[in-house]
C-alpha cells in the first residue's frame, strides 16, 4: 500500500496550525492545494503544558509537512503576554516532531472565530451552542488561513 504522503500532488503541502493557550490548544488543519483550513478537535493544556499524546495522534492521522503556530502581538506589534510561551510551545513541537514550525500574528483571531461561530449559530448553519473550544479551533483555522494567504514566517 504507497504511503499518503506519496498520493499526494507535488507540492501539495498539508498544515496543522496551533492557537496555543494555558488551558486548551486550538487545532486547525489545511492544505496549500485547496488554501483552506478547517477545525480540528481542540487540545486539552494543563498550566500551558499541552496534551502530547493527542497532538501527537493528530500529527500521524494528518501527517502533516508544515506546523503553524499563531503568536499574540499587541496592537503596536509588541509581544503579546503568551507571544513567549507560544514561541517556546512552537520549539517544543519541532524538537519533538523534526517537523518545521512557522509562526503567523494571531491577533484578533479569537475574536475573528468566535463572532464568525456566533453568525452561524444566528443564522442557523451551526444548530449546537458555541463552546470555547470550538472558538480556540475555528482561531486556528483563522491562523491557517493566514498562513495560507502568505502571512507569518512562511519561506517561499
Not at 451552542?129 to 512562511?154: K, P
Amino acid at each position: 500500500m504507497p504511503d499518503r504522503a506519496q498520493t499526494r500532488p507535488a507540492g501539495v503541502r498539508i498544515a496543522l496550525a496551533f492557537d496555543y493557550g494555558r488551558r486548551r490548544i486550538g487545532l486547525a488543519a489545511g492544505d496549500t492545494l485547496t488554501a483552506t483550513a478547517a477545525p480540528r478537535p481542540a487540545v486539552a493544556a494543563q498550566a500551558g503544558v499541552p496534551d502530547w499524546s493527542a497532538i501527537e495522534r493528530e500529527i500521524r492521522a494528518l501527517a502533516p509537512q508544515v506546523l503553524v503556530v499563531g503568536v499574540p502581538y499587541n496592537d503596536d506589534g509588541s509581544d503579546g503576554t503568551l507571544a513567549q510561551a507560544a514561541r517556546e510551545f512552537g520549539r517544543s513541537l519541532h524538537s519533538r516532531f523534526a517537523l518545521p514550525v512557522e509562526h503567523v500574528d494571531e491577533h484578533g483571531s479569537s475574536l475573528e472565530a468566535g463572532r464568525t461561530l456566533k453568525d452561524q449559530r444566528a443564522s442557523g448553519q451551526r444548530r449546537r451552542r458555541v463552546q470555547r473550544e470550538d472558538i480556540d479551533s475555528a482561531a486556528a483555522a483563522v491562523i491557517l488561513t493566514r498562513w495560507l494567504a502568505g502571512e507569518g514566517d512562511r519561506k517561499p
